[in-house]
């Protein structure tokens, strides 16, 4: 089993930035891809960008340019560095590992960004 932690939602005014983490831990395959994805009220989870344990990314296009994925392999970490917030990014952001027939998911962390 693998546990996935996000940590470093909170409230911001758009425009602004906002830092994302996510701790994994316990039974840690490799290789790995690793994600974060983000829902609103009453639409479906949808992409906003995955990493693959070689550093290779994939973007989401309402997020390319305005964000940034990275991960630190040594540590098992994931991050996401989101700048120029609007309201519309306002979501819970979900922290995801997945390959080799395996997939799990963080709680999420909530992210509003007032207007």
């Known amino acids: 089993q693998v546990r996935l932690v996000e940590s470093g939602g909170g409230l911001v005014q758009a425009g602004g930035s906002l830092s994302l983490s996510c701790a994994a831990s316990g039974n840690i395959f490799r290789p790995n891809t690793m994600g974060w994805y983000r829902q609103a009220p009453g639409k479906q989870r949808e992409l906003v960008a995955t990493i693959t344990s070689g550093g290779n990314t994939n973007y989401g296009d309402s997020m390319k340019g305005r964000f940034t994925i990275s991960r630190d392999n040594a540590k098992n970490m994931l991050y996401l560095q989101m700048n120029s917030l609007k309201p519309e990014d306002t979501c819970v952001y979900y922290c995801?590992?997945?390959?080799?027939?395996?997939?799990?998911w963080g709680q999420g962390t909530q992210v509003t960004v007032s207007s």
């Open positions: 995801r590992m997945f390959g080799s027939m395996r997939d799990y």
